[in-house]
């Protein structure tokens, strides 16, 4: 690798899991990195090849891994950092434009690098496909995990979507270091949305082994969740038409052709 050399950062979603639902968009930058940096268990997706560097380290330290990828791109590296699902979607996308605000302070020709991202199937589409329907309206995506923001915040997005009557898909639900929080969260929804509401539990969505599980909010317990979940909540109409889950277009009241001219393509 020389200085000469132009380099840049790709910031790739490899999809919820299946080899099939990788884009080939993905498939061909990765064929052009001289490095992958990433979340160990997202590297170990990608075939190793001569010529092709993986960096691979563990989850919590997101904007290092950022900033190493900028360092390297900056050195001539073609560096693919890899999410997985979509890279926008509670991943490492902010996370590298995060490390470029910061170093750019003191690196300024860090502006200049081409930087692109590369959307995925993120988990909340993949498994919302395996079901059915159940964000045909509209809906909030929610990161459950208080890593990076307090508990009392999401409790409050959460009964605010809930009484706007949105859907929601949740991600990270629920982990072994903050195991209550899961129940809480289901407690202010029951209020929110009233019990009656569908929820499905979608774990290794499109991997060996997925699992889909529909019930109402009353039945619902915070052991049917964990990290390898996406947690889809219906709004007041999510129903159940023979073995599958959808939320219909239209608000309750509001009947399709009202609006004749929006009409969906
Ligand atoms: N960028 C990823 C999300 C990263 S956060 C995306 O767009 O999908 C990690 C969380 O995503 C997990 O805790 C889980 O809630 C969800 N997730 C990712 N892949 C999944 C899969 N195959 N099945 C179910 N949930 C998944």
Known sequence: MTETQKGWVVIAGLGPGADRMVTSEVQDILAEA???????????RVTPREGLTLHASDNRVEV???????????????VVVVSSGDPGVFAMASAVFEALEAGSKAHPHWLDLEIRVLPGITAMLAAAAAIGAPLGHDFAAINLSDNLKPWELIEHRLRLVGEAGLAMAFYNPRSKSRPH????????LREACGPETLITFARDVTKPGQALNTVSLRDAGPEMADMRTVVIVGNRDTRRVGPYVYTPRFAPGHQPGQAAAEKDT
């Open 34 to 44: 001289t490095d992958v940096v990433g979340y160990i268990p997202y590297v170990e």
């Open 64 to 78: 290092d891994r950022a900033t190493h990828a900028l360092e390297m791109a900056a050195a001539g590296g073609r």
């Open 181 to 188: 929080q899961f129940e809480r969260a289901l407690e202010v």
